[in-house]
């Protein structure tokens, strides 16, 4: 695979003119290595959680892709839509975005999937990946600036290893390499014990016999039969998952000179984004990677999206109750219906889809699309307004739903005054409802 740029074309993004206020989101943990003995100014407003994000500014933006052994699910489409959300809100006010978005074309469950399969991994990793490409147009998700697979970044990650050995974070197991994590630990954002038991279920040796600490996690692995590896100065094999991102991250935000750092900022990059199962151990331990190779902080905010489960359970491969967006796109479920549900609900919680919600959201999308096919309309000012207003607000998406039904019910009982093209062109470029 090869690294693209803006792999899925852009949706257009109507103008929205208006004073728009600065973008609250809620961090999921702090990652900050100065000292908390430091009482600088800055280091105080690291400790809230809420970081704000002023119209005009120039912005960073990584969200973690998929692993491509499988199609596009509810869940994968709830994390793009949430940071689609964030794209158009910058955008919108005046923000220029580089958006950069990774795919882990190299994984245990790509290599599983295409050895149970009889197919080559490469060739599945393309096909998924175009599927992923088409399931994000249709949803109309903003592409990344740089869709980046880890198969292309060997160097850089190379070049990261070099670094970090040369001071003193990288050690050897067998002819495996792996990281110091110590010197990070106290940014952790679960207790140790927890962290140990999570990181043995997500892809973490703790139990390896001569590693130095139990959460230290593997940067180059020595190559196995019968798998794919790269040449490096590090011997022959592949990288961990938390250094290909870290590496992406850095390169493809920063520029060929990443090692370097940006010391004209704060935080290397503004925003790192992904699922809630990424907080730990992935993305705590590219922050610290990071750390390690630029002595700066990684994001300003970690935001994550929740879990979305299916009829009151855990939505799993393993359960086997995926809800593939393809899959529903192709029984004519209309995608701005699938965007809309998502919406109901905060893109922080954990949430359920099924059948009734899935209705109701037909149901109200039929409505929203009636009023504005009307002439006369209720005042809509004040609804732009508040639907700004609630996105501004940590991406409140059900205060701005919640909007947007009381507006339709006015229309509906008859009230006017407003304009239809002022709102349509609001829920299009603010929520990407194209209606």
Request: net charge negative.
């Amino acid at each position: 695979m090869e690294i693209i740029q803006h792999p899925w074309p852009d949706p257009f993004q109507p103008p929205i003119t208006i004073d728009y206020p600065p973008l609250q989101l809620e961090s999921s943990f702090s990652f900050d290595t100065r000292s908390s003995e430091d009482d600088s100014g800055s280091n105080k407003r690291s400790k809230s959680r809420t970081r704000e994000f002023f119209p005009g500014e120039s912005l960073r933006l990584y969200v973690c892709g998929i692993t491509p052994y499988d199609a596009t699910h509810l869940g994968h489409a709830a994390t793009y839509l949430t940071f689609d959300l964030i794209n158009r809100y910058l955008r919108a006010s005046g923000s220029e975005v580089n958006f950069v978005e990774n795919i882990t074309d190299i994984d245990e469950p790509l290599l599983e999937r295409a050895q149970r399969d009889g197919v080559s991994w490469e060739g599945l990793a393309q096909e998924e990946t175009e599927l992923f490409m088409q399931d994000m147009t249709a949803l109309r998700i903003f592409a990344p600036r740089w869709f980046v697979p880890a198969t292309q970044v060997m160097e850089l990650v190379d070049q990261a290893i070099t670094q970090m050995k040369s001071k003193g974070y990288v050690y050897s197991v067998e002819n495996d390499l792996y990281f110091r994590v110590n010197d990070f630990l106290i940014n952790l954002p679960i207790s140790e014990a927890e962290a140990i038991e999570i990181f043995s279920q997500r892809g973490g040796d703790p139990h390896r016999m001569g590693k130095e600490h139990p959460l230290d996690p593997v940067l180059w692995l020595a190559n196995k039969e019968n798998e794919p590896g790269w040449e490096s100065s590090h011997g022959f094999g592949r990288p961990g998952w938390h250094i290909e991102c870290a590496v992406i991250s850095l390169r493809y935000l920063l520029g060929p000179t990443f090692i370097e750092g940006d010391r004209t900022r704060e935080t290397l990059i503004d925003i790192q984004g992904g699922g809630s199962d990424l907080i730990f151990p992935h993305h705590f331990m590219s922050a610290a990677q990071v750390t390690s190779i630029t002595n700066q902080n990684f994001a300003h905010a970690y935001v994550h999206t929740g879990m979305i489960g299916l009829d009151g359970e855990k939505m799993s491969k393993s359960k086997g109750n995926l809800v593939f967006v393809s899959q529903s796109l192709k029984d004519g479920i209309d995608p701005m219906v699938i965007r809309y549900a998502l919406m109901k609900s905060h893109y922080s919680t954990d949430r359920m889809w099924d059948q009734n919600l899935l209705n109701q959201a037909t149901v109200e999308i039929a409505r929203i699309r009636s009023v504005l096919a009307r002439i006369e309309v209720a005042p809509s000012s004040s609804l732009v307004h508040t639907i700004i207003q609630s996105l501004s607000l940590n991406l409140d998406t059900p205060g701005a739903i919640g909007a947007i039904n009381e507006w339709v019910i006015a229309s509906e009982n008859g009230e006017t005054g407003g304009s239809v093209g002022e709102v349509a062109r609001a829920l299009d470029s603010l929520l990407g409802l194209a209606l």
